[in-house]
């Protein structure tokens, strides 16, 4: 049944749906911003991990071989001469619109998800902003320990699919864009050429599944483990946004990354694979990576220390602060968007008030619009 606050809100009040579209349009924004930003002065490091999680460097001192090949070939005093430009070059327009829509798109899907399925199934939406930083009140912790299989599957089935369907289109927006740096502009679009495939795959590009798991795990890391565990058992007396920025960077760090790493691998060797083959591009057969990578380096093909710490160094200052902005900067200005977007809805409800003519000066009367009941209705009776 539709709410009746919705159809009449109080006056100078924004109807339900259009404050929650507005909440959900305005942190996305801020997210997009915030990673696009983060993501642009962090791309050398960006880089050194992506060639730490390839075949492209193997054996020993393998950090200094990523960052060698990171800043090879600039074109600053010559040609072959590193530069600290050199990383920057292989970003393109695609990539500053995918970083945007990568973080945009995961916290709106991520938002609209939660919301969704927490509405349907009649449960708590994720804790956001104030909320990470009010204790656990009893009947929450008794609810919890009453052993309710129902509730606890409705929960622990929303935790794994908002994160998941966020990751999933997350991928879609920025996979091919993260390809795009990874070979180059022009080495990507000769493969793209090469393969030949249909829009969708172009749309998702080469090693779309590692890439999807990995941003599930991140996505997960960031709006559904960091919250809760910060919420529930840190301890409520040292609870502040200090607290919150370092929690959630620990998390990020051996937690999100620790598992994410292997995926990060397996991703950057499924595009090696691709571009190792007698013509210039073949498709990725994961089977093939896996058996691949482990009969030339072991386990250290998918994780060592170095391969952790510098993809720590990419996505930690961005990923692992991602909770401290979402829940404690992007409320700062809710507010002045709220304000901003009510003063405009009431302003527009105002003039399709007066272009209705509402107000009784401006309604014509029966004699003026020639209405004949009216007039005999209005008129003495005769003969």
Known sequence: MTNKKELMPQE???PESIHSATMIIYRSAGLGLYGAAIRFLGMPLEKIALYMNSSQVSGDHQLKQAIRLTFQNGKVGGAGRSSFLAPYKVVGRASGVAWFLQYSVMGMIFQVVDKAMSRTMGISPMPYGAQLMEEVTSSEDGQEKSGDLLIA???YSKMLLAPAIAGMVE?????????????GIQ???KMEAALNWNPISRLCGPAFVAN??????????????TPILYRKYYPQQDKSQASLFWFGLGVNIFIGNAVAITQQALWGRALDYAACGKSIARNIH?????????????RRAFFTVPKWASRVLMNAPVQGTLPWFYNEVLPLGEGTVLSAVSDFYNGMANTCKKGNGSSPSSTPSAVDTGDFSAKMATSPTSN
């Open 153 to 155: 599957f409705k929960s």
């Open 212 to 225: 999807s798991s990995r941003n599930f795990i991140m996505s997960s890391t960031s709006f559904v483990i």
């Open 171 to 183: 991928s879609v927006v920025a996979n091919r864009a993260e390809v795009q740096r990874y070979y």
């Open 187 to 189: 080495k990507f679009s």
């Open 286 to 298: 994961y089977k093939s990576v896996i058996q691949e990578g482990f009969a030339k380096d072991g």
């Open 12 to 14: 100078g009040e924004l």
